[in-house]
Nanobody, 129 residues
């Protein structure tokens, strides 16, 4: 059983920045691609970003318009989400997720929440106007 724990959420002002962290309880995080999703109030969960197991490739959803960067530190078993120029519509619960069953670096699959087997409990991000 893999445990993922997010941190770094909280309250930010419009135009501000936040950096979310995800710590994974696995022996070797470099075996796994990783992703971030978010769920705004009253809406479905949506894809934000994914990073390849080696950190050398990433892709992003349309929801944050290039204002977000995903990265990882495999030595520390951590994945990060740097969010800039925050807007009130970025307010959501943000989730870290791991596609445990598959190591395929495939964009269509990794944008689908069903491809992920383990999820963190989520961290609240609230952006005030």
């Amino acid at each position: 059983q893999v445990q993922l724990e997010e941190s770094g959420g909280g309250l930010a002002q419009t135009g501000g920045s936040l950096r979310l962290s995800c710590t994974a309880s696995v022996r070797t995080l470099s075996h796994y691609n990783m992703g971030w999703f978010r769920q705004p109030p009253g809406k479905e969960r949506e894809f934000v970003a994914a990073v390849r197991w080696d950190g050398l490739s990433a892709f992003y959803g349309e929801s944050m318009d290039g204002r977000v960067t995903i990265s990882r530190d495999n030595a520390k078993n951590m994945v990060f989400l740097q969010m800039n120029s925050l807007k009130p519509e970025d307010s959501a619960i943000y989730y870290c997720a791991m596609p445990f069953r598959s190591s395929a670096w495939e964009m269509v699959a990794l944008k689908n929440s069903l491809s992920y087997d383990f999820w963190g409990q989520g961290v609240q991000v609230t952006v005030s106007s």
